[in-house]
């Protein structure tokens, strides 16, 4: 979901000058658009060393390509226009469309999907055991899969064809292809289990709900679609990352809620935001105290959501914080926790946006821009100083740069979400909600029990998406235990289907 707080000024400067071309001062104009990335993929600086997610993409995996309809839900001429969309399939471990063995499917989000691949090692890791078949496609508009073969930015900057970048039509990319794949390998007894994680999961969910008749279940991984309207409050995700601080340290999480002010009162002294620019070895030089805010407050919330127990940098950032030396100030000790967490770097703050991350930054914004309206916000004095959100000058920030109002109700009409245990435990099926609690996006997931096939299955300690990573020696026993009983989930509503295979199929 988006960033921001991990959103570069580079990259609204970038969204400004691709849409608007016009004024300087457009640069803040996403500013608005202030909510943590909703992602799997751990930030570069987080990433453990040790992991070997880049190994596991290899011959095994087949890319493809299909010939995707632009727009499944109008028969305007344009709506036919086709475009190539990007899936990739590894059939190593598949029992075969004899056996009816099943189809692992990883929906794509909001990134190319050869990160995914690497990243999602629940997959292969456990395709052996179901002797699945795995397929991962890539999400329109990103990566690859972009309408009219065009450039990213080409096709995110006409009005026209943006419109046609929505979780809808991603979900009905995602039937089509699998519909087509079952035909293609005449595998039409091979139930399908959708996977994915965060605004992934979202849509692993949601396509379970759309589409019964494709999918026989979905893995959620720390999917917040309750984070629409006002079904949780607007500060349950910064209330969760002041609270991880204060649990990890007291004197971690009093140092940062001084830090604001001590930032400010720095900016407004003659010169200050060149010394501030100096104390913080920024990339480019400060345009104001907020840049500098607006990054940390980042960098803290992600240092939470992924948390992982092998890296720990939650333990990291704050043991620098506190080992820093008092007499060089506050400030000081705050530029080494961001150290801590960045590593020896040549500078920090407002490095440049890779050309990957860029991509998802702006797709993510026309994303929370037209549908995903996120309404997270800070309305508390916490570790952070209120910054409520507040949906007109969000509307309007938008407006300014797509030229489109969001509709911020549309996700709950057209998926549900108000009173989800009344509506679901009498209507849906196997799903499987992850979440680990410790990921400030798990106060938006599903985290009771529904019914008897539509579960919540979280640890304690987990972070964001952590579930559906590979599985590491280093592993602690609770996220083993979460893994083996999603397994034994999916394996039971296997073990039915067949049943219900063999009842209905004659
Ligand atoms: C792709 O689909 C479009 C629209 O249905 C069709 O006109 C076109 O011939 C197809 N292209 C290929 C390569 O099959
Ligand atoms: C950064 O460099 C300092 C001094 O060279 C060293 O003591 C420290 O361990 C380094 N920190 C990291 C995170 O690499
Ligand atoms: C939901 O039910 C499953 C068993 O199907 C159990 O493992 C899990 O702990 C339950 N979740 C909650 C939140 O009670």
């Given at each position: 979901?988006?960033?921001?707080p ?28 202030d909510?943590p ?196 409050p607007q500060d349950a995700y910064f209330s969760v990352v002041a609270k991880s601080f204060l649990e990890s340290s007291s004197s971690c999480h009093q140092t940062i809620r001084q830090s604001w002010e001590e930032i400010d009162r ?23 105290s907020s840049?500098l805010k607006k990054?940390l407050r980042t960098?803290y919330a992600?240092?939470v ?25 506050l400030?000081?000790?705050i ?40 309404p997270m916000g800070i309305t508390r004095n916490t570790m952070f100083p209120p910054k409520p959100f507040n ?49 400030p996006?798990?106060s ?63």
């Open positions: 979901m988006t960033t921001i991990g959103m570069s000024s580079h990259c609204c400067l970038w969204i400004a000058l691709i849409f608007l071309s016009a004024s300087v001062a457009t640069a803040h104009n996403l500013d608005h658009v909510i990335k909703l992602r799997m993929s751990r930030p570069e600086f987080l990433r453990d060393p040790a992991s070997t997610a880049q190994a596991s993409v290899s011959k095994d995996f087949a890319t493809f390509f299909y010939n995707q309809t632009l727009d499944h839900f109008n028969y305007r001429p344009e709506s036919y226009t086709a475009f190539n969309q990007r899936y990739v399939v590894n059939s190593k471990y598949w029992g075969g469309a004899e056996s009816g063995a099943p189809i692992f499917a990883f929906l794509g989000a909001e990134a190319p999907i050869d990160g995914d691949i690497g990243n999602a090692g629940f997959l292969t890791d456990n395709a052996p055991q179901f002797r699945a078949l795995l397929v991962y496609i890539e999400h329109r508009f990103y990566g690859e899969s972009i309408p009219y073969g065009m450039t990213f930015a080409k096709a995110l900057g006409d009005a026209n064809n943006r419109g046609y970048f929505s979780s809808a039509q991603a979900l009905a990319d995602y039937a089509e292809i699998l519909t087509y794949l079952k035909q293609k390998l005449k595998a039409e007894h091979s139930p399908i289990i959708v996977f994915g994680g965060s605004y992934g999961g979202m849509l692993a969910s949601w396509f379970r709900l759309k589409y019964p008749h494709v999918a026989l279940g979905a893995l959620a991984s720390s999917a917040p679609i309750l984070y629409f309207d006002d079904i949780v720095a900016a407004s002294e003659p010169h200050g935001l060149t010394k501030l620019t100096k104390t913080f070895k920024t990339c480019s030089p400060l345009k104001s840049e990054y960098l992600q240092v959501q992924y948390n992982d127990p092998s890296a720990q940098p939650l333990k990291l950032m704050c043991d620098a914080i506190n080992g820093a030396s008092p007499r060089n100030g400030l000081r000790k530029f080494a926790g961001l150290v801590a967490i960045n590593g020896n770097l040549t500078c920090y703050v407002n490095s440049p946006t890779s050309a990957t991350l860029a991509q998802t930054l702006l797709g993510w914004s026309w994303q929370t821009c037209s549908e995903m309206v996120i949906l007109n000058s969000f509307s309007n920030a938008c407006k300014r740069v797509f030229r489109v109002a969001p509709r911020p109700h549309w996700i709950t009409t057209y998926f549900g979400g108000h009173d989800i245990k009344l509506i679901l435990w009498r209507f849906a099926s196997n799903i499987i909600f992850s979440n680990g609690l410790q990921d996006y798990s938006g997931g599903v985290l009771k029990n529904i019914s008897s096939t539509i579960v919540a299955i979280h640890t304690a300690k987990g972070s964001h998406t952590l579930d559906i990573l590979g599985a590491k020696k280093s592993d602690p026993d609770w996220l083993v235990e979460q893994r083996k009983t999603e397994v034994e989930i999916m394996k039971m509503w296997l073990a039915t289907y067949y049943v219900d295979l063999r009842t209905f199929k004659n």
